[in-house]
Nanobody
């Protein structure tokens, strides 16, 4: 059974940083394609960043220049480095690797 486990969420002050990790178990990937999404209360789940098998990346306009997605295929892991965090970044963050989804991790940014 494939499972994605996320970690790294938490409470941080505005301007701070967090690094999210998402590790897959139960399956072996060669070149990971995946992404990070977020959902704030009362809002839809939106794409934050994605990375494709070839290594190219795509970011939501709201996080460009602040967030960086990366991967370690040998570790079956996708990362999201989040810098210069703002209160509006507060949400539950979900990872996706191919068609598999994590359970979500809460990120709260205080002003």
């Amino acid at each position: 059974q494939v499972q994605l486990v996320e970690s790294g969420g938490g409470l941080v002050q505005s301007g701070g940083s967090l690094r999210l990790s998402c590790t897959a178990s139960g399956i072996r990937f060669s070149l990971i394609s995946g992404g990070w999404y977020r959902q704030a209360p009362g809002k839809q789940r939106d794409l934050v960043a994605e990375i494709f098998s070839g290594g190219s990346t795509n970011y939501a306009n709201s996080v460009k220049g602040r967030f960086t997605i990366s991967r370690d295929s040998a570790r079956n892991t996708v990362y999201l480095q989040m810098n210069s965090l703002k209160p509006e970044d507060t949400a539950v963050y979900y990872c996706r690797i191919f068609d598999y989804w994590g359970q979500g991790t809460q990120v709260t940014v205080s002003s």
